[in-house]
């Protein structure tokens, strides 16, 4: 992958693309690419089909619903060159509209980015260079080559499970835990669950094309419930192909349906890059 950070900030909805480079190349990535799942044994088919509906409605019925969402995100992160300075992140998001970041240096306190994502552009600012840059949306896909659209990054932030789809491969049942296993166009998706209300603890996703290593790790931890919201406050990303990138991101704060702006006035000082 060309500039690992950037997919760093693309976990977090791309927020520092620029950043920095490309790190060094490794020559594992984070598992094995066979993540398949068997059947429960001794189940009927038709046992299994139902159970593997109910999981996926009650996993579905986890998924956030809001119309406004605004977080402040400690981000630690780490790569071949080992731990980085860590990076508070200010967010606001309008619901399937645009995304406003701030990012600031927290040993400096000092902002050194900020951006606007929307479903079809993206507006990078260097507010330590005073440039802008002005990108279509694919140019994020074509940073990070993983195949991001809006919604995927606004779920992302959210916590709603990303690149899900319906079509269920395998399903187990252990002591603790439901395995679901799905396969799209793009990746195979291992789901962990928990055992009680089948809500995502953990995301593996594996690609699809056998050519590639590329895989991403997602672990969702320290849940809180606000107002009916079940919500992971702690979350660490782990993203590999040739190059391997390790993400924490504690939320700080956050609030869903508060009125909120999420312009973003470019200086006429700053050039265009």
Known sequence: MKNLTAICFAAIAMFAIQSCRTTKQINKVIATKDTT????????????????????????????????????????????????????????????????????????????????????????????????????????????????????IQDLLVGNPIFLDTTVVSYKKTDSRVLVSTIGGFFKHLLTLSLDNNLLLHSKLDDVDVTRNRTADITYDNFENKSGVDFSTYREITVSEKNRLDIRLNYKQYEFNKELSVHLKVPKNFKVK
């Open 37 to 152: 799942v068997s059947i429960i044994p001794n189940e009927s088919v038709a046992d299994s089909l139902r159970m593997i509906s109910e999981t996926m409605m009650r996993l579905r019925s986890h998924n956030i619903d809001y119309k406004t969402f605004s977080a402040k995100i400690k981000v630690e992160y780490e790569d071949s060159k080992g731990k980085q300075p860590d990076i508070i992140a200010v967010v606001r998001l309008m619901k399937d509209s645009a995304i406003w970041v701030s990012l600031s240096a927290s040993i400096f306190n000092v902002e050194v980015y900020r951006m606007l994502i929307t479903k079809d552009s993206v507006i990078l600012m260097n507010m330590r260079e005073k440039e802008v840059q002005y990108r279509s949306l694919d140019y994020l896909q074509e940073v990070t080559e993983i195949p991001f659209d809006y919604k995927t």
